[in-house]
């Protein structure tokens, strides 16, 4: 089993859906990443999270350190949200899961 | 925010040469460095750690031998994949950690891609 669960591993979103991306994780961690991956390649870092809430522009990360589960969430979704959307969690250096891939439709 | 450069950002190689990447961290001084790999349609896979002024620590199953990693100032490691084979093409990243806030927060570069025909 893997320490870092994604789900789901691929999504389809018509422009202004309301989405989520779920990360569950095994292992116990100093931080939670939600990073963006563009189809070049680049990373972006979204949000590091040790606790509750983090709201930045139309995303929102929230984890639940006890249930080990964190959710990104993308309002108002739009076309250049469509990205690879990667779950990290920190213990010094950084455990991935495989991702999730968001297509946002016009 | 900080930024973590790489350069290149693509590279085209024989099989058997040796090909170097580099990171660097362009507004802050960074002790430690990580470098990472992706297959296709794979999740980032953590190589090694980058120490300044010492050695880097590997991940298990990455020869230390063929990846050479060597930290040598505070904004600058670097990754030597030495004699090269098409199965090494891949997407190699690194990262740096920085303060930010009461964070440690990584940053990434943004990526080179390595093709070995």
């Known amino acids: 089993k893997n320490e870092v669960e994604q789900s789901p591993q691929n999504l389809t979103a018509q422009e202004g859906e309301f989405i989520t991306i779920n990360c569950s994780y095994s292992?116990?961690?100093?931080?939670l990443h939600w990073l963006q991956q563009h189809p070049g390649g680049g990373i972006v870092s979204l949000f590091m999270?040790?606790?509750g809430k983090k709201k930045h522009g139309r995303l929102i990360a929230t984890i639940n350190i006890q249930e080990k589960h964190s959710s990104l969430h993308i309002t108002a979704s739009h076309p250049r949200d469509s990205a690879v959307y990667i779950c990290?969690?920190?213990?010094?250096?950084?455990?991935f899961g495989k991702g999730t891939k968001l297509s946002v439709k016009p | 925010g900080a930024v973590v450069s790489q350069h290149p950002s693509w590279v085209i190689c024989k099989s058997g040469t040796s090909v170097k990447i580099e990171c660097r961290s362009l507004?802050?001084?960074?002790?430690?460095m990580f470098w990472y790999r992706q297959f296709p349609k794979q999740s980032l896979m953590l190589m090694a750690t980058s120490n300044e002024g010492s050695k880097a620590t590997y991940e298990q199953g990455v020869e230390k031998d063929k990846f050479l990693i060597n930290h040598a100032s505070l904004t600058l490691s670097t990754l030597t994949v030495t004699s090269a084979h098409p199965e090494d093409s891949s997407f190699y990243i690194c990262s740096a950690p920085s303060w930010t806030e009461n964070y440690n927060e990584q940053f990434f570069g943004p990526g080179t891609r390595l093709t070995v025909l």
């Open positions: 999270l040790s606790s």
């Open positions: 292992v116990g961690i100093s931080a």
């Open positions: 990290a969690v920190s213990q010094g250096n950084l455990i």
């Open positions: 507004d802050f001084q960074a002790t430690t």
